[in-house]
């Protein structure tokens, strides 16, 4: 079974400072896709950025930047130049298979962002 | 915004019944899946529906019960409601039933359901 863990409870970071959301992960399957979610307080789960274990590159999304260590089996989320809208609970979560076909996302338990002045 | 959409916002049951909660999906989206968020963790599986059949399923026992509609839409019901029950309900849409093909998994805005 597939695991992923992070490992901030909660961070904090200043205005336009840059902050790292770390993400390890556990599969035996050579094929996987790694997501990163933001989820403010109303509750939606907003997409922010998709790597798949194949890709060559880092992926990238305007502010957002994912750190992908295969080798290491890390896929630690970059925000760049942070604004207060960023604070938020963020998720880190891998696509598995499971019987029947399907595919499901399994999470971590999430990083607290808090934006500061 | 995703083109997500889940109904209602929030519902107030109590122990023993039975609640319905909804979710449409964004355009092109044939698969669906809902998650079960307790306060403080992350979303659980429960289900997953592609072409109107459960597709997978998650830790959940049989009281949770799905559908998926021919406009791909779905309902997400639970009977027997039980306290541990209150949670956010998140659906998510997708294209295609098959593991590691498409990298969009988009969410809607979830059903808070209180049970007392």
């Known amino acids: 079974a597939q695991k992923i863990t992070q490992t901030q409870p909660g961070m904090f970071v200043q205005e336009k400072e840059a902050v790292t959301l770390d993400c390890t992960y556990d599969?035996?399957?050579?094929?996987?896709?790694l997501f990163w979610y933001k989820q403010p307080s109303s509750g939606e789960m907003i997409f922010l950025i998709y790597?798949?274990?194949?890709?060559?590159q880092n992926a990238t999304e305007g502010r957002y930047s994912l750190n992908f260590q295969k080798a290491r089996k890390s896929a630690n989320l970059v925000i760049s130049a942070s604004q207060l809208g960023d604070s938020a609970m963020y998720f880190c979560?891998?696509?598995?298979?499971?019987?029947?076909?399907?595919?499901?996302?399994?999470f971590g338990t999430g990083t607290q962002l808090k934006v500061e002045l | 915004e995703t083109g997500v959409t889940q109904s209602p916002t929030h519902l107030i049951k109590t122990r023993g019944q039975q609640v319905t909660l909804r979710c449409s999906s964004q355009?092109?989206?044939?698969?669906v899946s809902w998650y079960q968020q307790a306060l403080g963790q992350g979303p659980q599986f429960i289900f997953q529906?592609?072409?109107?059949?459960?597709?997978g399923r998650g830790n959940f026992p049989p009281r949770f019960s799905g559908l998926q509609f021919p406009n791909y839409s779905s309902e997400l019901n639970v009977n027997a409601l039980e306290l541990d029950d209150s949670a956010l309900y998140l659906c998510?849409?997708?294209?295609?039933?098959?593991?590691?093909?498409?990298?969009?998994?988009?969410f809607g805005p979830g059903t808070r359901l209180t049970v007392l």
């Open positions: 790597q798949g274990s194949y890709d060559q």
């Open positions: 599969t035996s399957d050579p094929s996987y896709g």
């Open positions: 979560a891998m696509r598995e298979e499971i019987t029947g076909g399907g595919n499901k996302l399994t």
């Open positions: 998510s849409t997708a294209r295609g039933g098959l593991a590691g093909g498409d990298n969009e998994q988009f």
């Open positions: 355009s092109g989206h044939n698969t």
């Open positions: 529906y592609y072409r109107e059949e459960e597709n």
